[in-house]
């Protein structure tokens, strides 16, 4: 299907990227488990030497991803962390990035603990007011980057006005779409240069597979990061690329129950009387609640919250005792999962920043799944009492 502007979402879905194969007529795209290809003469080839750089299972998926994201060009990648690799790698020593003080562990590690040891600096701000971002930029600022909604205080970015500063100043502008996914939002339509997944998530949806995902409309960008990604060789595999593009088909689906679940459980908390306070988009109350309504088609299923006591010890017991909310890292499964960030996916992070942005021992986050929203109801009210 070609990736037409006009073609509705679920449509895209479905079948963008996917074509039945030439030889067998099979409708869908096969796994091409092989590490090379034969060639008819030294440089005679049918378009793939090796699958590093050219696989038709994962050509299928980056297509997909490109026409999901409006984009011209999708590139996917070992892992989400390894395709925010890909993108630093475009900067050289000496550059300077501004991103959000409240971002995924992960990559507050690979800033911090990788690329800062080649020379690229790193600004952690509060972008919950873009125009503070004005306020970092000099000449060897080469990129913005940020996630909205932010990991794990779900925290709105407005991405417009961060790509009116970025364009106005000649940098680079990369959004962290993971939690939206591109059936809530389309950050290249808003004035993105790059977009990124963590395709493990929502893309994936089923919990098993572990992948990432660029996709952007820039020719010499696309191309430099296509270098990138043959060069240094984190590629994900064909098994893997074939299990997203089945997951891919309903992503819409998913989406739309993970969101109304995500409402009534949200609701839910915000009601109960140990709860302190629940962090999540679609509340009027969210401090960007407009421009979460004026740039995503939903609000998601992605929640977290804290008990009137920042009581670590409280929130433990209360995991320990869920019944269909797994306690484990990651997000975006059908099933619904509890984490907690403190210890888990932001153990990485200082406690003294994580404090400054509200990242509280006690704070909760769910990745609400597609179950009956009934039984994860009356989970948390068995759990929390």
């Known amino acids: 299907m070609e990736n037409n502007s006009n073609t509705r979402f679920g449509t895209k879905a479905v079948h963008a990227g996917v074509k039945p194969d030439p030889t067998t007529g099979a409708i869908m795209t096969p796994i091409y488990q092989t590490s090379t290809y034969v060639q008819r003469s030294p440089g005679d080839h049918k378009g793939f030497e090796y699958s590093r750089t050219q696989n038709p299972t994962r050509f299928a998926l980056q297509d997909s991803i490109a026409a999901l994201e409006n984009a011209k060009y999708g590139l996917c990648f070992g892992s989400g962390l390894a395709a925010i690799d890909a993108v630093i790698k475009l900067l050289k020593p000496g550059d300077e990035v501004i991103t959000g003080d409240d971002l995924y562990g992960g990559t507050y590690r690979i800033f911090t603990k990788i690329f800062a040891k080649y020379g690229i600096k790193f600004h952690f701000i509060s972008m919950e007011d873009v125009t503070n971002i004005e306020n970092y930029i000099n000449t060897n600022t080469k990129l913005i980057w940020i996630e909205t909604p932010t990991n794990p205080m779900m925290n709105i970015i407005d991405i417009r006005g961060a790509a009116a500063i970025a364009q ?152 320990e005792k869920f019944k269909h909310f797994a306690l484990a890292e990651s997000l975006g499964g059908v099933e619904s999962l509890a984490n907690h960030p403190a210890t888990m996916t932001h153990g990485a992070i200082p406690r003294e920043e994580r404090m400054k942005v509200g990242l509280l021992d006690s704070l909760i986050r769910l990745s609400v799944g597609i179950e009956d929203v009934e039984d994860l109801i009356e989970d948390l009210r068995q759990a929390i009492g």
């Not at 493990?200 to 820039?218: C, I, P």
């Not at 984190?234 to 893997?240: E, I, K, L, S």
């Not at 609701?267 to 609640?289: D, I, M, R, S």
């Open 168 to 319: 106005a100043h000649k940098i680079l502008l990369g959004v962290d779409n993971t939690f939206a996914t591109p059936y809530l939002q389309n950050p290249l339509d808003l004035g993105a240069d790059i977009v990124m997944h963590s395709v493990t998530k929502y893309l994936g949806g089923h919990s098993d597979v572990v992948m990432g995902a660029l996709a952007l409309n820039n020719d010499k960008l696309a191309a430099e990061l296509a270098f990138i990604q043959n060069s240094c060789g984190a590629v994900c595999g064909p098994q893997d690329a074939f299990l997203v593009l089945r997951g891919i088909k309903t992503l819409h689906l998913r989406m739309q129950r993970h969101c109304e679940n995500g409402e009534k459980v949200a609701n839910y908390l915000a009601n109960h009387p140990k709860v302190g306070k629940v962090y999540w988009p679609g509340f009027e109350t969210h401090p960007n609640h407009e421009i979460a309504k004026s740039q995503m088609r939903g609000f998601g299923g992605m929640i977290s919250f804290v008990f009137k006591e920042d009581d670590m010890q409280q929130s433990f017991r209360v995991m």
